[in-house]
């Protein structure tokens, strides 16, 4: 069975803290990489002037990303992720605390693959996640590691 990875990207961090002890316990075999605002995660998937993309990028079963991020908006990345081919296949999840219609739209329309809103009771947020880590990295089906995920 393949271990992939997932790419959580949260700004709150009492959200962080509780994401990644949700996901180790329903994936403790997965690699989970937290990138904390909207320019990191984009640094990771795309490099900068400084670095190049993450090589980790290839090992990726789904992003988690939070809707309202600072420096970079949820969106951006998820317009970025979807308009370059070396990343527009990736399974996105945008993750929010609102509820609301338009964003939900906006989110489908830009191409998320799911959008959900998160849980405050912290055992019905854990719940949450443990179901979004079995899907994502267990059910769903993801291009295969290495050059193959080229397109």
């Known amino acids: 069975m393949e271990h992939y990875s997932i790419l959580v990207v949260e700004d709150n961090p009492d959200d962080q803290i509780l994401t990644m002890r949700a996901l180790r316990n329903a994936s403790p075999d997965s690699t989970i990489i937290l990138k904390e605002d909207g320019q ?3 640094d990771f998937l795309f490099g ?3 670095s190049p993309r993450s090589a980790q990028l290839d090992s990726l079963g789904v992003i988690l990303l939070d809707f309202k ?14 308009s370059c081919p070396d990343t527009d296949w990736l399974p996105v999840v945008m993750v ?3 509820d609301e219609p338009q964003e939900l739209r ?10 959900v809103t998160k849980q405050i009771d912290y055992s019905k947020f854990s719940e949450q996640m ?10 769903n089906k993801v291009p295969m590691v290495g050059a193959s995920r080229s397109f």
Do not use: C, H, M
């Open 69 to 82: 991020l600072p420096k970079v908006t949820g969106l951006e990345v998820l317009r970025r992720i979807r």
């Open 130 to 139: 443990t179901v979004l880590a079995q899907y994502w990295l267990t059910v």
């Open 96 to 98: 929010t605390s609102s």
């Open 106 to 115: 906006e989110a489908y329309r830009l191409g998320a693959n799911s959008f």
């Open 48 to 50: 900068n002037d400084a």
């Open 40 to 42: 990191a995660a984009l």
